[in-house]
């Protein structure tokens, strides 16, 4: 408790001792996966590699699950082979996919030709539905680090494929 005090006190004065228009240095934020590193006030950037969630043990959960591991896996097409014929994918800034063709298109080839390192940070689903909050690996600061960038919302079908995905991309801070 004495080592507690003594460091937010510290912190106070360090804070309060700052020179006019210097940034103090806020604690590390606690968010799903770990901490955010303070020293990036301007991005969500994780102090190290986030932690592994529980994934609750339902069917939604159980795709989105192999849709994280695919993509880190590099299996593009079958990451699209996880969609039904008819399904969607839908994100805020562009254009809707609808069916198979087009999904397939988009990961074999947009999202193949980035090969991005994903990690789950949080799930939270029932039989039809599983929310995932996902990290990317990035270099920042000459650093691979990790950095918050979407919640997806999965919708599985009765034939256990997506029905329906909708990524909610954290907009791109400095």
Same mark, same amino acid.
């Given at each position: 408790? &004495? ?15 700052? *020179? ?7 604690? *590390? ?23 592994? *969630? ?6 939604? #959960? ?8 695919? &993509? ?9 082979? +996880? ?11 562009? *254009? ?14 947009? &999202? ?11 799930? +939270?689903?029932?039989?039809?539905? #599983? ?23 999965? &919708? ?19």
């Amino acid at each position: 408790m &004495i080592n507690q005090t003594k460091g937010a006190i510290a912190l106070a004065a360090a804070m309060l001792l700052a *020179p006019t228009g210097a940034m103090a240095i806020e604690p *590390p934020m606690l968010v799903s996966g770990g901490q955010l590193d303070s020293a990036f006030p301007g991005a969500d950037v994780y102090i190290g590699t986030p932690s592994s *969630p529980a994934v609750p043990a339902t069917p939604a #959960c159980a795709v989105a699950e192999r849709y994280v591991a695919l &993509i880190n896996a590099g299996k593009y097409a079958e990451v699209a082979a +996880l969609y039904a014929d008819t399904a969607t994918f839908l994100e805020p800034m562009r *254009p809707t996919l609808r069916g198979r063709a087009e999904i397939d298109a988009f990961y074999t080839s947009r &999202i193949g030709a980035m090969a991005p390192k994903i990690a789950a940070t949080s799930y +939270l689903g029932n039989d039809a539905e #599983c929310v995932v909050a996902l990290a990317l690996q990035t270099a920042i600061a000459g650093q691979q680090r990790w950095v918050m960038v979407s919640v997806d919302h999965f &919708i599985i079908g009765a034939d256990g494929k997506i029905a329906s995905m909708t990524a909610y991309a954290r907009p791109t801070r400095s």
